[in-house]
């Protein structure tokens, strides 16, 4: 991906996700800027991350998440050809004992 969108003001906001301590204030933060709807599209895209890593087929993650395939796909794409984003945040979330519990179901 081209770094035209990194600037001064993405830096900043880079700066802020970082500096965060603690779920309650991650999720002050996301309340005041952004969307319900987009914190949901980031959580599930996260989610579906993270079963397609597992994995996991499209029908059990469209079942486990209620992502279209579209977005699974859009997500597939950047799991295998992106900055590595997804792979380093659920790593780290892995071990630190912070995955996420939500399974899809073996078919």
């Known amino acids: 991906m081209s770094n035209q969108w990194k600037d001064k003001f993405t830096d900043q906001l880079c700066d802020a996700i970082t500096i965060i301590s603690d779920r309650e204030e991650a999720y002050r933060f996301l309340e005041d800027v952004a969307t319900f709807s ?3 599209a980031f959580s599930q895209r996260l989610q579906v991350a993270s079963l397609l890593l597992k994995g996991f ?3 059990q993650i469209v079942q486990a998440t209620g992502a279209s395939t579209a977005t699974i796909s859009r997500v597939k794409k950047f799991v ?13 979330l892995e071990a630190a004992g912070l995955a996420g519990d939500k399974e899809a179901k073996e078919e």
């Open 80 to 92: 295998e050809y992106g900055a590595d984003g997804y792979r380093d945040v659920l790593r780290k």
């Open 57 to 59: 087929s499209y029908p």
């Open 38 to 40: 987009e914190i949901k």
